[in-house]
C-alpha cells in the first residue's frame, strides 16, 4: 500500500494536525467550529431531539472514517498514532460538548467542554490508554471516545 496525501489531509482533519504545537489541542479547537455553525451560539436554540441526532450522525460519521483513515495512519503517516492524526479530537470534542445542545450556548460551559476533554484525552485515565493500544484505526479513535465521555460528564455535574 502507498501512502496517500488524502487519506493523510482527512486524518489531519483538513489541515489542523498540521499546525504546531500542540496538533491535538488545534484539532479539539477546530471540532468547536461546525459545533457553533450547527448550534449557534447565545439565544439560538434547537430542539434537544433534534440536535443529539445531528451531533450523534456527524459524529459517527466522523468516527467511521477516522476509523478507515487510522487503519492506513502507519502507511500515509509512517507511525501507528500520529500525533497530527486529529480526527479523534474532532469526534471526542464533539461528545464532550453534547451536553450543550438543546440549551442556548454559552462560552463557559464550551470553555469547560473544551478543557474537560484536553485533560482527560491527555491524562488518559483507564480505559482510555487501554483502547489506545487496540489495533489500527478503532485504538487511533476509541481512546478519544472515553475521554470525551468523561468530559461529557464533568459537564454535566458542572454545568448542570
Known amino acids: 500500500m502507498t501512502p496517500s ?7 489531519a482533519a483538513f489541515g489542523l494536525g498540521f499546525i504546531r504545537p500542540a496538533p491535538g489541542t488545534w484539532g479539539s479547537a477546530g471540532a468547536l467550529l461546525p ?6 451560539l447565545g439565544d ?3 430542539a434537544r431531539e433534534t440536535a443529539l441526532i445531528g451531533l450523534g450522525v456527524a459524529t ?4 467511521v472514517v477516522g476509523t478507515w483513515v487510522g487503519n ?13 492524526f486529529v480526527l479523534d479530537e474532532v469526534v471526542g470534542q464533539w461528545i464532550a460538548l453534547a451536553p ?18 484536553r485533560f482527560f484525552d ?27 465521555v468523561y468530559a461529557a460528564l464533568v459537564v454535566m455535574l458542572i454545568m448542570g
Do not use: H, Y
Open 5 to 11: 496525501p488524502l487519506r493523510r489531509l482527512l486524518g
Open 35 to 40: 459545533f457553533f455553525a450547527a448550534f449557534g
Open 44 to 46: 439560538t436554540v434547537i
Open 60 to 63: 459517527l460519521v466522523v468516527f
Open 72 to 84: 492506513r495512519a502507519e502507511v500515509d503517516w509512517g507511525r501507528k498514532d500520529p500525533g497530527g
Open 100 to 117: 450543550l445542545v438543546g440549551r442556548p450556548l454559552e462560552v463557559l460551559p464550551v470553555l469547560v467542554a473544551f478543557g474537560a476533554f
Open 122 to 148: 491527555i491524562l488518559k485515565p483507564p480505559p482510555c490508554r487501554w483502547l489506545e493500544d487496540r489495533p489500527g484505526g478503532l485504538g487511533i479513535m476509541a481512546d478519544d471516545v472515553a475521554a470525551g
